[in-house]
């Protein structure tokens, strides 16, 4: 069990349980089981998907954040189409109408990693 998004006496519908801060509905019940391997997603930039290496030459390290734990990445698929750009950094210079191109790694999970569903990480993408 990753979360459960219900407190007592809160109401819960078919739809899951509605979430204040993102003003969506969530899933009452946020379930997994364990696993050998963890996904990591991250949002190239438009202006940076032609700099991309081709997929069997692309090499990828992840870094956590606040650590100096360095993780190499397994490069699974590139999801080809371009989306608008949801995490904002809230940066002077940042375009809100940007698209980025989602690229997919995985990692073997080891007790040294030490990562977790949802954490937030730093990925560089470079070439064999």
Same mark, same amino acid.
């Given at each position: 069990m990753l979360a459960v998004n219900a407190t007592p006496g809160s109401y819960v519908s078919s739809l899951g349980v509605? $979430? *204040?801060?993102? /003003? *969506? /509905? $969530?899933?009452?019940?946020v379930m997994s089981a364990p696993q050998d391997y963890l996904a990591v997603r991250c949002y190239v930039d438009e202006i940076l998907v032609s700099r991309l290496p081709p997929p069997d030459r692309i090499q990828a390290q992840m870094s956590l954040r606040g650590t100096t734990v360095k993780v190499p990445l397994e490069f699974v698929r590139v999801q080809p189409y371009l989306s608008p750009k949801i995490e904002l950094s809230n940066q002077r210079q940042e375009r809100v109408d940007l698209r980025v191109l989602p690229v997919i790694f995985r990692f073997k999970m080891t007790t040294s990693t030490m990562a977790y569903p949802g954490q937030l990480v730093d990925v560089f993408i470079g070439q064999k």
């Open positions: 509605f $979430d *204040a801060y993102t /003003q *969506a /509905q $969530d899933p009452l019940v």
